[in-house]
């Protein structure tokens, strides 16, 4: 794997001061890797799946891991992008919790039939192709909270930017 989408973000996270960098992770995928689970810490790596039932899963789920104080994090989640299909790298002004809550409002879908569905929008592989999956105004609304979103997937960069950045409550 390549780690392009990384270093595409470090190098204009500069461009943002009163931004975060984030790592949307997908858990299984860190705990196959590196053989633990991630762990809930406060203001630094929140679970998508913290309610019950849901919570009892949390591990293997989607994780959003804010990357401004850890240097050691940063590396070891820059080592699991690049040898797995996992991460994708997020800059933006909201706080961990507001932005949690703002991808969770896509992580459900209704399929045509009326069926739900869970959408991996954390795997780079299909955020690669979010932009022709979703409708445009549910696209825009989606990245409307982050500033850039890139992500790599079979070593080609794929960035997300939002045209009209904004706040969400």
């Known amino acids: ?16 001061p009163f931004s975060s960098l984030f790592a949307l992770v997908d858990g299984l995928q860190y705990e196959r890797h590196y053989g633990e689970e991630l762990k809930f810490e406060r203001n630094v790596a929140m679970p998508f ?40 790298w997020i800059v933006s002004s909201l706080s961990s919790g507001k932005l949690v809550k703002h991808i969770s409002e896509f992580l459900n879908l209704q399929l045509p039939d009326g069926r739900n569905s869970f959408f991996r929008i954390y795997d780079p592989r299909v955020l690669a192709d979010i ?17 850039e979103w890139a992500s790599c997937s079979n070593g080609v960069l794929t960035l997300h930017r939002a045209s009209t950045y904004r706040e969400v409550n």
Do not use: Q
């Open 1 to 16: 794997m390549d780690n392009s989408s990384y270093n595409f973000v470090m190098r204009n996270l500069i461009s943002y």
């Open 49 to 88: 799946f913290n309610t019950w039932p849901d919570s009892r899963i949390a591990f293997a789920g989607p994780w959003l891991l804010r990357l401004n104080t850890s240097v050691f994090l940063r590396e070891r989640i820059n080592e699991l992008s690049s040898a797995l299909p996992s991460v994708s």
């Open 131 to 147: 932009k022709i999956i979703l409708e445009e105004a549910d696209y825009d609304r989606l990245i409307s909270c982050c500033h």
